[in-house]
C-alpha cells in the first residue's frame, strides 16, 4: 500500500480514525450512498491546484487554456472559468462544452491535427481567441472560412522539433515520427508565404512535448531550439504556447518537480526570445490528483502463488493501466495495521488486460464488499471511459467540505442503446 498519500492528495484525501477520507466524508458513505464504481473529486483540491499553478507563473503576460480533453465535465470547466482562466480544446465537442461552461471565446485555443472543415469555420464564427495549426493544408481552410465571414484569423504555428522526452512512448508528441506538428523548414515557408495575408495572422508557436514531464529541463531546450529557429529565420513570435505536460506524482516514489520551478525558468527563457505572451495548457496538472475511484470488492481469488482482487470496477471505466500501463496508488478504505499480501487488482472485463494496478499490496483480510480507492483519477479516466462488455458508465460525485453533489448521473442500462435504431 502506498506509503505517504499526503505526498499525492495534499491532504484533501486522507485517513482519520483509519478510514479514508475525501475532504470531510468518508469514502465508505459515499460509496454506500452513491454506488460504486464511482468518481469522487474533491473541489478545494481542484481550487488548491489552479491557484498553485498561476502562483508559478505569475510575473510575466500569460493565458492559462485547461486541457479539456484531461477531463470535460461541464462541473468542474465552470469551476475553472470561474477562476479567470481559458480553455484548450481538439473538437468541436469541447468547444461547445466550453460555450456551455461560459468561457468567453477570447480564452479559447483550437489545438488538434485533425481539424475538420466545420469545427474550424464554427470557430472562426464563434471568434475564438486562436488556432494552433498542425499542417499546411489546414491554412488553407482557414483562409476559405475567414474569407468567408471577413474575420482576420489568429494563428501560431505548432512546431515538430523531433526532440525526445523522458516519458511513455504513446504521450511524446513531438518526435519527428508522430503524427503532429510541422517540421521547422516547413514552417518557415508557411510563415514567409503568409507574411501578408488579409485574413491569416500567424502571431507565433506552439510546441507540445508529451505529457507527464517530471521537469522543467525539456522545456528549456525546446525553448532553446525555437529561439536559435527564430534568430535564423529573423521573425520574433509575439505568442509562445508552450502546451502542456506538467506531471503529477501517482506515486509518494515519483520524483516531480514542484510546479514553481517550472515558472521562473520558463518566463524568463521566453523573455530572452522576446515573446509577450505565453499561453499554458496544463490539463493533468489541475485535475489530476483532485479525484479517486471507488471501486467495490466482488470476489478474491488465490490461485497457487497468485492473488486477484476482482473489483466491479473494470477497462472500461478506467483505461489507463491496461493502455498505458500506468501506475495508480490502491488503497484500503479502512486502513489495517496487519498483515499485506500482493495481489492484482482486476475488473470483470473479458479482457486478460483488465487491470487496475499489478503486484500491490493490500490487507490480507481484503473481502468481498470491501472498498478500494483508485488514486490519480482526475484526469484522462472518466473521459477515456467507454460502454464495452455493455457496462454502463459510472457516477461522478464532487465533495465539498462536508456536502457532495453529483456532477454525473450514473448511466442506466437504457442508456446503452437508447440511440440504436
Keep these: 500500500m502506498e506509503k505517504n498519500i499526503e505526498v499525492i ?4 484525501f486522507r485517513y482519520k480514525n483509519n478510514r479514508f477520507y475525501a475532504e470531510g466524508i468518508s469514502v465508505e458513505d459515499i460509496a454506500d450512498r452513491y454506488g460504486t464504481p464511482c468518481y469522487v473529486y474533491s473541489y478545494n483540491s481542484l481550487l488548491s491546484q489552479i491557484k498553485k499553478f498561476k502562483e508559478a507563473f505569475q510575473g510575466f503576460n500569460n493565458l492559462i487554456c485547461y486541457s479539456v480533453k484531461a477531463n470535460s465535465n461541464l462541473t468542474i470547466l465552470t469551476i475553472i472559468n470561474q477562476q479567470g482562466i481559458g480553455v484548450d480544446i481538439v473538437s468541436e465537442g469541447e468547444m461547445r462544452k466550453a460555450f456551455l ?6 480564452k479559447i485555443v483550437f489545438a488538434g491535427v485533425g481539424k475538420k472543415d466545420e469545427e474550424i469555420e464554427m470557430g472562426i464564427k464563434k471568434r475564438i481567441y486562436c488556432f494552433n495549426v498542425e499542417n499546411e493544408e489546414e491554412i488553407d481552410v482557414l483562409k476559405k472560412y475567414a474569407n468567408k465571414y471577413k474575420k482576420k484569423v489568429l494563428c501560431n504555428l505548432r512546431l515538430n522539433l523531433d526532440m525526445d522526452v523522458d516519458t511513455h512512448h504513446y504521450i511524446k508528441t513531438s518526435k519527428k515520427e508522430t503524427k503532429f506538428g510541422i517540421d521547422m523548414h516547413t514552417a518557415a515557408k508557411i510563415l ?3 507574411r501578408n495575408n488579409r485574413y491569416i495572422e500567424i502571431k507565433g508557436f506552439h510546441l507540445h512535448l508529451g505529457s507527464q514531464l517530471k521537469d522543467v529541463v525539456p522545456y528549456i531546450k525546446a525553448l532553446d531550439i525555437v529561439k536559435k529557429f527564430c534568430n535564423d ?4 513570435p509575439e505568442i509562445i504556447d508552450i502546451g502542456g505536460g506538467f506531471g503529477i506524482p501517482y506515486s509518494s516514489m515519483d520524483n516531480v518537480k514542484d510546479i514553481k520551478e517550472f515558472g521562473p525558468a520558463i518566463n524568463n527563457k521566453i523573455k530572452e526570445i522576446g515573446t509577450k505572451l505565453l499561453i499554458l495548457e496544463p490539463g493533468r496538472y489541475l485535475v489530476g490528483n483532485t479525484a479517486v475511484l471507488l ?6 481469488k488465490k490461485r497457487y502463488n497468485k492473488n486477484f482482487v476482482i473489483t466491479d470496477a473494470g477497462m ?3 483505461i489507463r493501466p491496461a493502455l498505458y500501463g500506468s501506475y495508480h496508488s490502491v488503497l ?6 496487519g498483515r499485506c499480501i500482493k495481489a492484482d487488482i482486476v475488473g470483470p472485463i473479458c479482457e486478460t488486460g483488465d487491470y487496475l494496478a499489478k503486484d500491490v499490496e493490500v490487507p490480507a483480510g481484503i473481502k468481498k464488499g470491501d472498498i478500494i480507492i483508485i488514486g490519480s483519477a482526475g484526469a484522462y479516466c472518466f473521459s477515456m471511459s467507454s460502454n464495452y462488455n455493455s ?3 459510472p457516477c461522478e460525485i464532487m465533495v465539498d467540505n462536508n456536502r457532495t453533489v453529483t456532477i454525473r448521473k450514473r448511466e442506466e442500462y437504457r442508456d446503452l442503446w437508447k440511440s440504436e435504431v
Design 9 to 12: 492528495f495534499n491532504n484533501f
Design 101 to 106: 461552461a461560459q468561457f468567453p471565446a477570447d
Design 192 to 194: 514567409k508565404k503568409n
Design 233 to 236: 529565420i529573423a521573425f520574433t
Design 295 to 300: 471501486c467495490r470488492v466482488l470476489y478474491v
Design 316 to 318: 472500461n471505466d478506467f
Design 332 to 337: 484500503p478504505a479502512k486502513k489495517s495495521s
Design 391 to 393: 457496462r454502463p458508465r
